[in-house]
């Protein structure tokens, strides 16, 4: 298994890292010594800042990881620039809520793209790299509503279930290279887009608590230790795996 020269720094990719948990997840890992790279639909200055006033590496980029073209050239540009990506964090994602009946194809072909799709275009890109240089982390943020769904999230539990696969079947084609591939399964976790969307409307943070074994809401640092582990020489060893990260709402 290959590593890194002493003193070198990885590369890692965070998509939707511009708020939620995608910054979380960038601004830990500029923690852990790593150049981190952003990609999101929309400017990153504020994730460049914090990483930045905490003494990291930051670049980012707009990318829509829907569109395969997009993906490419983002990819090209980050290769041109490091060579290869280490580390690949998937957390952009959309979340809309509809009823099955209400749902149409279009809104149904979206999500998919956005949140499935998405992880297919991003590891095309990325995961050549890392099987040449022998070491490779992918993290991809799925959701518990793949083992709880609630109503009106039928297209985004599938979306998120898909991903669960991905990750299962992946990591027994790739792990003889060094590469570890793995999900997260938050719960409800306050960010802004969940703060301004339809979770905050129904009230579902106050129901979801109640059924919590921990007593309060998700926030993305919650989700950033299991990123760093599961990004690390630390889990070696894990792989093919969904951690569910929701306070204990779907421990049963």
Not at 216 to 244: C, H, K, N, W, Y
Request: hydrophobic share 45%.
């Amino acid at each position: 298994m290959a590593s890194e020269p002493e003193g070198a720094k990885r590369v890692a990719v965070v998509t939707g890292g511009a708020a939620g948990i995608g910054q979380g997840s960038a601004l830990r890992l500029a923690r852990d010594g790593h150049i981190v790279i952003v990609a999101d639909l929309g400017p990153a200055d504020e994730t460049e800042k914090l990483i930045r006033e905490a003494d990291g590496e930051v670049f980012s980029a707009r990318c829509d990881v829907a569109d395969a073209d997009s993906v490419a050239q983002f990819a090209a540009a980050v290769t041109d620039r490091f060579g290869h990506v280490d580390i690949l964090v998937h957390s952009a994602g959309i979340y809309p809520m509809a009823s099955f009946a209400q749902t149409d194809w279009a809104t149904w072909r979206r999500i998919m793209d956005v949140n499935l799709d998405s992880l297919f275009h991003l590891t095309k890109a990325f995961l050549p790299g890392m099987e040449r240089h022998g070491w490779g982390r992918i993290a991809v943020m799925a959701a518990a509503t793949s083992h709880v769904g609630p109503p009106g999230m039928v297209a985004y539990a599938v979306s998120k279930s898909g991903l669960n696969g991905f990750v299962s079947t992946l990591a027994a084609e790739v792990g003889e290279h060094g590469i570890t591939v793995n999900a997260i399964a938050p719960g409800l976790i306050r960010t802004p887009g969940t703060l301004s969307g339809p979770q905050q409307e129904l009230g579902l943070f106050g129901a979801m608590v109640t059924s919590q074994a921990i007593k309060r809401t998700g926030v993305p640092d919650d989700l950033a230790g299991t990123v760093s582990f599961l990004t690390s020489d630390e889990a070696a060893f894990m792989t093919g795996q969904t951690l569910v990260v929701d306070g204990g709402f779907a421990r049963a």
